[in-house]
Structure formats: structure tokens, C-alpha cells
């Protein structure tokens, strides 16, 4: 059993995290308790619960899923969570949902120049995380449990006794600048560039920077929840490995002012003002948690002779849709590795996918882009729009001498989803979006020789 943690006040949260202690396993079953004896021996929910705490039952998979897609956990909370009072709307009109939120574009490859810092716009004020929460491309319909949304968050101010929890989705965050500490239900995460975090659906969380400032890329997952891809061939192991997938320690802290929770359902915003914290769970037991992933921690697999395999081989996790094989959404990243084929072109080959692809871009160099595509900017391909490498890079990659070869301090990462996206009205004219992207192509002359 875990000794007890205990949270620390909004305030003190945005600073230098602490270290704090997590439980490995992905899907794993958890327990633990902020204080020994507050879970319930032998079933889940006795007459009293121990210390007199409300046992309260999260699913995030139908009853009769199959086990080895059943998630749900027990939470032992010292109020339960419909002590709330009533929800009324909220504006945040940048975080839109699904295709109807998105606005028509035209099949050409869009490229986004890195969104700018709060503090980088003159005379904006201060943001959090969830009013600076912004959607570039979405898809499908949070209403039909289908599709997802990119998102980016770039903030500077605490989420001070306030909550987020979101029923449309699951959050995967992939922070790019500034290190996080969520404060879940189920516990604290702390997470920096380099490592992801996963929020189940309906998970109530709050976000604070380290440093006072981050910025970062989200996916909203409305579909199947996101888990490790099959290994086929591969083994038993390899590329993201679940022990390395960790989850908080029960931790709760004291009721004190009233918290605001904004819910998102329905693809619309609601707000409360409630007496309780939502984050009074002192025990826990279950498979459904907060997760977090340091992607140092895949093991990469590539060609040890020759061509470019297909990035499916990166798969982090996946997001099935009903068709096998055909997902919902992939989350792949590109880590540092070495390239050693013979007798190739050892970067991505010009390519027309009827998955749509977006990127970001966390650190370093991508090298199918070498140049235009930078840290905290990101790309979109849509179903079949043709990309592939810039002029430059085709050049460099046709010509070099294919000696063992190290990409290193690098990051990228694709969100690829089997429905076409649709971009924001802000991603299109929010300022962010680069007008020359297709000019990195003009290069690409005609040099056929023919015998
Ligand atoms: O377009 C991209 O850069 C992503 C990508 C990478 C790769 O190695 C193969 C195909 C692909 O879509
Ligand atoms: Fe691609």
C-alpha cells in the first residue's frame, strides 16, 4: 500500500515539481490509498465504507465490454460528485468539436508556423490552460462517440480552484514547451517535454505549469479509448512497453473556496461554482487512471536492410474504429534513431495516404522538413493530399553517402485518423497558418533521363 501524498495548494503548484511517486502497467489494476485503511477489504461497496467515505463507481467502458477493453474504477471520496450545483454555459469559443466545427479548406497541405506564447502577444492577458485551449483540425462527432480534435494550449496563469472534465474525451497531452503537474481524481502527474500524459474520459483534472508558462498539443480522443497496438510479429515486446506507462498515488486535498469545473459535453461548455473540491478521493482501486509515458522509453524498430518502412511502425497507441486495421486515431511518434539502409532513400517517400495525417513537432529537426516544420508549429495532410520531402531534403537524402547514420535530438509526432479533419476558422485565419508551405516543393524539377 502506498504512504499517504498529499496534494499541494493551487498556488504552490506552479513551480518546480516535486518527485512524485507513481504505479506502473498500462491497463494494470490499481490500488492505493492517501491513507492506510481507507479502501474497502474484499468488495467495493460495503454498508460504510471505511472513514466514513462515499464509494463512487467511474466506468469508461459499457459493463459488458469485452475484459480486456474494461476500464473502470472505485473512488472513495469524501463527498460524491454530484454535490456540484447546477452547470450554466461557458464561451470558450476557440475549443470547437468534431466536423461541424471545422470549416471547408481546400485539398492543399497546410503547414502552421509555431503558435505563439501568451506573453509573446502584446497587451494579451493572462490565459490557463483551458480558456488557451485552442482546436486546429477535428473530426467525426463527440455526440456519436467518433473522431477526434487537435488542439493546442499555449498558457501563462494556474488553473486556481478550478477543474476541467471532459465527457466528449479522452486527452492526450503532448506538452512541446514548459513542464505540466496534473492534479487528477486519481492523483498527481507531473510531465515535461518528451513525455505524454493520457486523461481518461471524464476524468477530472486541473493543469498548472512548472514554470509558469507551457504550451503544447492535444489530442481529443472522442472514439475507442486509446491503447497499446498490436505487436504481430514483433513479440511480446517492444515499442511502447506497459510497464513504463505510469499512474498517480491516491491523494486528496482540503475543501477550502468554491471551485468553478467546466464541463465539455456535447461539443458545449458548462461551468458551476460547487463547495467541494472535486478532488477529494482518498483511495482508489481500479484500471481506469490517468496515465503518463516518457517516450524515451520506446523501443524503436526500423529497416536493418533496406527501404522506408511504413510509420505504423511507430505506433505509441492506438484508437480503433469499428473497421479492423483502420484507425480512429494513431498516436506515432519519431524518435531519435539510426538509419542504416543500403541502397535507399532513407526518408519519408513522396506519398499520397487515405489516412489523414497532422504533426507537431516537440524538438530538434524532422527530416523529411529540415527547415519550414519547427518546434510548436505543426502540419496537416489530409486524406490523399500528396506530400513527401521538400526540395532540399530530397536533394540532400539522394546524394549523401549511406554510412550508419544517427537522427538524434529530435521529436515529432503524427496524430493519423482514418476521417478526413476539417481546421478551425483560427487555424485558417488566427495568423498562425504559413501561406508559402506548397513552395518548398518548387524545387522539385524535372530531371528524367531517359536511356
Ligand atoms: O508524412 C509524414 O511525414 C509522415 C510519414 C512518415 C513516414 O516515415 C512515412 C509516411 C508518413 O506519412
Ligand atoms: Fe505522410
Given at each position: 500500500m502506498n504512504a499517504p501524498e498529499t496534494l499541494r495548494s493551487p498556488a504552490a503548484s506552479a513551480t518546480a515539481p516535486s518527485t512524485l511517486r507513481y504505479q506502473g502497467g498500462f491497463g494494470n489494476q490499481f490500488e492505493t490509498e492517501?491513507?492506510?485503511?481507507a479502501l474497502p477489504r474484499g468488495?467495493?461497496?460495503?454498508q460504510r465504507a471505511p472513514m466514513d467515505l462515499y464509494p463512487e463507481l467511474l466506468s469508461?467502458?459499457?459493463?459488458?465490454?469485452?475484459r480486456v477493453e474494461n476500464r473502470r474504477t472505485w473512488l472513495y471520496r469524501r463527498?460524491?460528485?454530484?454535490?456540484t450545483g447546477a452547470f450554466h454555459a461557458y464561451e470558450q469559443p476557440f475549443w470547437t468539436s468534431g466536423a461541424a466545427g471545422g470549416v471547408a479548406a481546400p485539398p492543399d497541405p497546410l503547414r502552421w508556423h509555431p503558435f505563439p506564447m501568451?506573453?509573446?502577444?502584446?497587451?494579451a492577458p493572462g490565459v490557463d490552460f483551458v480558456d488557451s485551449l485552442k482546436t486546429l483540425v477535428s473530426n467525426g462527432d463527440p455526440d456519436a462517440q467518433t473522431g477526434m480534435a487537435a488542439l493546442i494550449y499555449a498558457f501563462n496563469r494556474p488553473m486556481t480552484r478550478r477543474a476541467l472534465m471532459n465527457a466528449d474525451g479522452e486527452m492526450l497531452i503532448v506538452p512541446q514547451q514548459g513542464g505540466l503537474r496534473l492534479t487528477t481524481e486519481m492523483g498527481l502527474l507531473d510531465v515535461v517535454p518528451g513525455e505524454i500524459a493520457l486523461v481518461p474520459r471524464g476524468v477530472t483534472f486541473r493543469v498548472e505549469a512548472h514554470d509558469g508558462a507551457a504550451r503544447g498539443y492535444i489530442?481529443?480522443?472522442?472514439?475507442?479509448a486509446f491503447r497499446l497496438p498490436e505487436l504481430g510479429p514483433i513479440g511480446?515486446?517492444?515499442?511502447?512497453?506497459?510497464?513504463?506507462f505510469l499512474a498517480p498515488v491516491a491523494a486528496h486535498e482540503p475543501d477550502g473556496a468554491p471551485y468553478e469545473v467546466i464541463r465539455k459535453t456535447g461539443g458545449a461548455l458548462w461551468r458551476n461554482a460547487q463547495?467541494?473540491?472535486?478532488?477529494?478521493?482518498v483511495a482508489w482501486h481500479g484500471n481506469l487512471t490517468p496515465l503518463k509515458y516518457d517516450t524515451a522509453h520506446f523501443m524503436t524498430i526500423g529497416s536493418i536492410s533496406f527501404d522506408h518502412p511504413d510509420?505504423?511502425?511507430?505506433?505509441?497507441l492506438t484508437s480503433p474504429?469499428?473497421?479492423?486495421?483502420?484507425?480512429?486515431?494513431d498516436f506515432v511518434i519519431f524518435p531519435p534513431r539510426w538509419l542504416v539502409q543500403e541502397d535507399t532513400f532513407r526518408p519519408p517517400w513522396y506519398h499520397r495516404n487515405v489516412m489523414s495525417e497532422f504533426m507537431g513537432l516537440i524538438h530538434g529537426q524532422y527530416d523529411a522538413k529540415p527547415?519550414?516544420?519547427?518546434?510548436g508549429g505543426a502540419s496537416l495532410h489530409n486524406c490523399l493530399v500528396p506530400h513527401g520531402p521538400d526540395a532540399d531534403a530530397f536533394e540532400a537524402a539522394s546524394t549523401r553517402?549511406?554510412?550508419?547514420q544517427k537522427l538524434d535530438h529530435t521529436l515529432a509526432f503524427m496524430f493519423e485518423s482514418r476521417w478526413r479533419f476539417r481546421p478551425s476558422e483560427w487555424a485558417l485565419r488566427?495568423?498562425?497558418?504559413?501561406?508559402?508551405?506548397?513552395?518548398?516543393?518548387?524545387?522539385?524539377?524535372?530531371k528524367f533521363k531517359p536511356a
Open positions: 492517501a491513507i492506510p485503511g468488495r467495493n461497496s460495503p469508461g467502458s459499457a459493463f459488458t465490454a469485452p463527498q460524491p460528485s454530484v454535490v501568451p506573453d509573446e502577444q502584446p497587451g489530442c481529443e480522443n472522442y472514439g475507442a511480446s515486446n517492444g515499442l511502447a512497453n506497459p510497464r513504463d463547495a467541494v473540491t472535486p478532488f477529494n478521493v510509420p505504423s511502425i511507430f505506433t505509441v474504429s469499428d473497421t479492423p486495421g483502420t484507425a480512429n486515431c527547415e519550414g516544420f519547427r518546434p553517402t549511406l554510412t550508419p488566427g495568423g498562425a497558418l504559413d501561406a508559402d508551405y506548397a513552395a518548398c516543393w518548387g524545387g522539385l524539377k524535372d
